[in-house]
């Protein structure tokens, strides 16, 4: 049996580690570093490829989105440009700049793309993020105590947290925390605990603080002035000439009756009704299309680490950690949600959380090609495999948030070794083929 | 951060107005959105367009490239670093700039000699295809001639030390200042001198241009005990040396011997590579902007405070710029030094003396 881990929670609740010899703890660190070494060699042009069109995409759509708002007032286009725009700026937070700043793509020696040199879209500066993210999440994925992701400090997800009056209102803020999820992210950066222990010099605080300020002012630059201000002057533009043309047409057939008519049409055109009325249409399809990437991004995030599936760890279970023991809680402290290939692409690939956690580094586009492997270990060593569709995944965390907001709880029913097929789409297999032509055309 | 390209020269009113729709494309720049249609237009770095490749020998190529923007200029012998992306991974390599400077159609040229071990050079000479976008950097070097011009003048090469000393003898052609110089170059066989036919064309052309072809294979090995025989006059002419290192020692030794060494000068090509045993380390410059700090031991051990988070390779805060140098990672024994390319600071020890940027 392996050293340092517990059989079985207060709870009751098993530990998959515990059941484990140190000998194949061992093994599997090897299995897991292999792969990774394995994918690491093989990295080349298509994914250069894929990240550089991914990259490409977002940024026409980014302007697509754009320019659609150039009509705002028409509701069709306030839908499409919304939903355009809503789609760019998940792509760019998720598959782009998260993986990005992870250092995914660091081997490519690239001078922009390339975790030391990327910003995102965002309120959380690039260096808080990696701070709080990379860092203490990743290394410290799911103990209690140690990462703060369990919660955001703010929310009582696991049954292990003590309850406080003040989850009573968990519900309500939980939605809160949906619509207004990247200022929630940069707060969170901030790190209260450590500001209120006096951990964190004050210095530091402040040079955040400012970081976000900073941040937050582009961004109601760029969605809530500058575009809006543009599509206004465009559209009022537009307006003004279709006008001025449709009088002077009418002007020509000369009739004094027009004549007069067209002086009460000239007083009817108002530009600056017109400049208004798109400037808020733009903005408020702008502030739609924050709002719906921070309710999907919050979605993904939170199906990462707090449905029923995920196990959580004490300090002193990984006080003596192993390589092969941090692999495997990394393994069954994450989540995965099943989807279709454009589901993966547009989550950012943390529909493949598993594989992510085991691998931060990995460009996320092979997150899917690696990932029956990892159920193949998984299934050899008895090993869970967290997985499930979104809603599934998704109806237990909120399931979870209700609950846990009343004292007491307790962890759901685990789900066990992993059974499943190694391939658990048509996806995966088509995304398997793939990577084996590609390999052979090398 | 990884290596980028030189800044490049851009217009004052093109550079205004970009800085004026950033507030629409922040945080990304302007130039991030231009590039997708034409990736020349970045100002992010200075980028060119390979417009021709032509072999000059069986392992040498001429690539022709156009820069983006307005070509900064260069002196006559200096070298600029290239930035190409080969499988998905971007390579820096200094070459000697082949063209002359000012060229009337504001292209520049490099000639790469084939090493057959290497990355980027096969890719040049072998998958190079015009229309490729590579980074340009800074360029540097001050293997150039002086000013004013010296009378006389002996250049000695051998085999792709040709490449900078091409670019000089072109620069004196334009100029029509190639009165009174003399080439010895080395290479294996007729065939095998880089810029054969265009040197020879000079020499018809330049009654004051001499040039000596020293054909290896069948005339053996130039030594510089030959120089009284090859240019008796040797010690009164500034001399401009450029190729493989032992031939350069040598020629210092007997130009310290013979003759004034300052009237020597000289451009060395040798890779900076590590000859430390494996697992031996090495000394380590920590550079950061406004100091360097030198560490036989471990930066942090050195009492330099580092960026760190996981210190397992996960986080990439640490992340360094390798400056000169080789590393090792610890994770697998694996050895790799690109000049600019990215380090994780606590999974990688020295190869050798490395330079670091953090």
Known sequence: ?442 | MAETGAKPKVPKLQRAALRAVRAFSTPLLPDDYLELINPLWSTRELRGRIERIDHVTHDASTVLIKPGYRWEGHEAGQYCRIGVDIRGVRHWRAYSLTSEPDRPDGCISITPKLVESGVVSPYLVRHGRPGAIVSLGGVEGDFVLPDPLPEKLLFISAGSGITPIMSMLRSLCRRDRLDDAVLIHSARTPDDVIFGGELRHIARCFPGFELHEQHTSTMGRFAAEHLDELCPDWREREAFASGPGDMLDALTEHWEREADVERLCMERFQPKLGTAEVGEGGRINFVSRDCVVEADVCGEEAGLELPFGCREGICHTCVGTLRTGRVRDLRNGQVCGQDGQSVRTCINAPEGPVEIEV
């Open chain 1, 1 to 442: 049996m392996a050293t340092g881990y517990r059989t079985h929670d207060e709870n009751g609740v098993a530990n998959p580690l515990s059941k484990l010899s140190d000998e194949q703890l061992a093994e599997i660190g090897k299995e897991f570093d292999e792969l990774h070494d394995e994918v690491r060699a093989d990295l080349g042009d298509r994914d250069a490829r894929y990240i550089n069109g991914i990259i490409a995409l977002q940024r026409r759509l980014a302007l697509i989105g754009r320019a659609e708002l150039f009509a705002s007032r028409s509701k069709p286009a306030w839908w499409i440009g919304m939903a355009t725009l809503s789609t760019a700026k998940i792509l760019e937070n998720m598959e782009i700049g998260h993986n990005v700043m992870h250092g995914q793509w660091d081997w490519m020696n690239h001078p922009v793309i390339n975790s030391r040199a990327w910003d995102w879209d965002t309120a959380s500066t690039a260096e808080a993020w990696r701070h709080s993210h990379n860092y203490i999440h990743h290394t410290f994925t799911n103990i209690l105590g140690k990462d703060r992701d369990l919660g955001y400090e703010i929310m009582r997800i696991d049954s292990h947290q003590s309850w406080h009056p003040v989850y009573l209102l968990q519900p309500l803020y939980n939605v809160l925390l949906m619509l207004v999820f990247e200022w929630g992210v940069a707060a969170h950066d901030l790190d209260f605990t450590a500001i209120r222990a006096g951990e964190k010099p004050m210095s530091k605080v402040r040079e955040e603080l400012k970081g976000m300020a900073g941040k937050g002012r582009l961004q109601i630059q760029k969605d809530y002035v500058a575009w809006p201000a543009l599509s206004a002057a465009l559209s009022t533009a537009v307006e003004a000439g279709l006008h001025a043309l449709a009088t002077r047409r009418r002007s020509r057939a000369g009739a004094l009756k027009a004549k007069l008519r067209r002086r009460s049409q000239r007083s009817e055109f108002d530009a600056l009704d017109s400049f208004k009325r798109t400037y808020l249409a733009t903005l408020k399809a702008n502030l739609w299309a924050n709002v719906v990437r921070n309710v999907w991004s919050n979605a993904i995030i939170f199906c990462g680490h707090f449905p029923d599936q995920t196990y959580v760890f004490s300090q002193e279970e990984v006080r003596d950690e192993q390589p092969g023991g941090r692999y495997v809680r990394q393994l069954i402290g994450a989540a995965n949600i099943e989807g279709s290939p454009l589901f993966h692409v547009m989550s950012g690939n943390l529909g493949y959380q598993v594989e992510h956690h085991l691998y931060p580094d990995m460009p996320s586009s092979r997150y899917g090609e690696i990932a029956p492997r990892v159920r193949e270990i998984c299934k050899r060593y008895g090993l869970p495999y967290n997985t499930g569709p979104f809603f599934k995944q998704w109806g237990t965390v909120q399931r979870t948030i209700l609950r846990l907001a009343f004292p007491g709880g307790k962890p759901r029913k685990k789900p066990g070794p992993w059974q499943g097929e190694t391939f658990i789409s048509q996806g995966e297999r088509e995304l398997a083929m793939a990577a084996d032509a590609a390999r052979s055309s090398d």
